[in-house]
């Protein structure tokens, strides 16, 4: 796999990531409620993809959910920036794309 393909895998994945910690957030008032997480997998071409969504098995507070606030703010940062960094590795690729088109015309 490419540079290009590889970073848009980590963005899909980095996404996926997020838009998973934003559901847990926005149940952890839900009794009973899980938080769950993305497992990621390193793919034999290069890349990453979502293997999974794993509950945490930790036991919820009585009428609400074991969504922790604190941990769903480290991890969203972590997302947030495995996003922007493979964000750059594309916006790169581009521009080296976009010289190599400017160098043939």
């Avoid at 796999?1 to 952890?28: C, F, K, P, R, T």
């Amino acid at each position: 796999m490419d540079a290009l393909g590889s970073a848009l895998s980590g963005i899909s994945a980095a996404s996926a990531g997020l838009a998973l910690q934003a559901s847990n957030v926005a149940n952890q008032r839900t009794p009973g409620y899980q938080a769950r997480q993305v497992e990621l997998a390193a793919q034999p071409a290069g890349g990453v993809a979502v293997q999974g969504v794993a509950s945490d098995p930790a036991p919820a507070v009585p009428g609400g959910s074991n969504v922790d606030l604190a941990t769903e703010a480290v991890q969203g940062l972590a997302l947030d920036v495995m996003y922007k960094a493979n964000l750059k590795v594309v916006q790169a690729e581009s521009k080296r794309m976009q010289a190599t088109l400017d160098l043939n015309a």
